[in-house]
């Protein structure tokens, strides 16, 4: 169903010898009019109105959607970490698209992020650049005070910042790798979802970038894996803290993307092929699929889903 509303701004012109107090009073009558049509009658609804169309009144008409949920993120904030490239950027570019104002994070470079930026405010929206290393706890907090300085409120808050590293055995991997990992796969993302929790306004989303390697798990995901399990269990705890302030807490699993991690400058065939060999959609995920789910979980029609874990997969198990 549509409403439409017809709002009478004035009449361009009168009928010769008409009576004014009565055109005024038939326009009186007219002003605000609602109507509720089915979609495909709208022409029906035209052709109701079109006499007071004929007379010159000046209408002014508004589409509203009636009986369900619009997907608008309009006055909203979302904060994405690690959205100068890839899943975050996708993510981030979306939000910025349904009208919400988004705060951009990068670790060190500036320019990717600035990119963005800029992209958004080319096409009519607003959106900040902010330095934190996610690694850092002391960076986490300050990128919360400034995006809260800048904006005011936090409606929306994606842990996306982190490190792949695959195809390394567990006999391979080394103190060094194991730091780096964790300092932002586990420490980053749960100290990310802490301030998240502390700052979001109430009915926010908090949403966690995780993997479906921890569906799946895969020679040589063992380091990757593990250090991205441990902020999926926190999800399904801060659900339960958080719920009490209409606060939804999720995770979405992404499979291979083409765009992003270590696909990030592109994807050899021979592991294309591979992929689609054991995905029933038979072909890569990409950026704007993982932006769908998030842009799903931020909205108002997931309202009432929380502490889940989303796959984004193509019907593969990871």
Known sequence: MIKIVVNVSGSAHRKRG????KDSKRMENQRGIIQEVADGSISVFFHNILPLLQTGTVCIFKFESCGGKAMSLHEKVALVTGSGRGIGRAIAERYAARGAKVVINYASNSAPAEEVVGKIVREGGNAVAIQADIARV?????LFDKALDTYG?????????????????VLDFTEADFDRLFAVNA???????????????????IIYI???????????R??????KIAAQFLVQVLAKEVGHRGVAVNSILPTAIEGAGVFTDGVR?????????????????????VADAA?????DLAGFVSGQHLMVSGGGPA
Request: proline content about 3%; charged content about 25%.
């Open 295 to 299: 842009e799903y979980l931020a909205g």
């Open 18 to 21: 008409g009576d004014d107090s």
């Open 222 to 227: 063992a380091l990757y894996g593990g250090s």
């Open 138 to 142: 002391d960076d986490i907090r300050r």
């Open 153 to 169: 409120r936090l409606d929306i808050v994606v842990a996306n910042a982190g490190i792949e590293l695959v195809a390394q055995s």
């Open 187 to 205: 420490k980053g993302a749960f100290f990310t979802l802490q301030q998240a929790a502390r700052h979001i306004a109430d009915n926010g989303r």
């Open 269 to 289: 065939s021979e592991v294309r092929e591979f992929v689609k060999s054991f995905r029933p959609m038979q072909r890569m995920g990409t950026v704007e699929d």
């Open 210 to 220: 995780g993997t479906s390697n921890t569906a799946f798990p895969l020679p040589g």
